[in-house]
């Protein structure tokens, strides 16, 4: 059995897959909108997310290596977090170190 694994397009960054899928250019110029929308609200709530572990980091005096063993993962991983580095985490995974160090999170909707 061969898995055929070739690459035939790649789509630039920031075009509008839309168009290329060959929706018609308003609707394709509206999804392109609604997902960039959608994108942005989640890199809002990362870093919100990331500001408050920060801040607990900092107010606790805790090294990185403190932390990774408190929220049980790599010492590198904690650097990325106190960096910032939002592509490298999923929302879930934020709740779930906040909440291993006594902080649940309660999202509101407004």
């Known amino acids: 059995m061969n898995i055929d694994t070739e690459i035939r397009h790649v789509t630039k960054t920031g075009a509008n897959l839309f168009l290329e899928l060959d929706f018609e250019p ?63 985490f999923t929302l879930d995974t934020l709740v779930n170190m906040l909440s291993c160090i006594g902080k649940p999170v309660r999202l509101v909707v407004s």
């Open 26 to 88: 308003n609707e394709a110029a509206r999804f392109h909108a609604e997902s960039q929308q959608h994108i942005n609200d989640a890199l809002v709530l990362k870093e919100q997310l990331m500001d408050e572990l920060s801040r607990w980091i900092t107010g606790n005096h805790l090294k990185q290596d403190e932390v990774a063993k408190l929220l049980n993962v790599s010492r590198p991983r904690v650097s990325d977090l106190v960096n910032k580095k939002t592509s490298k």
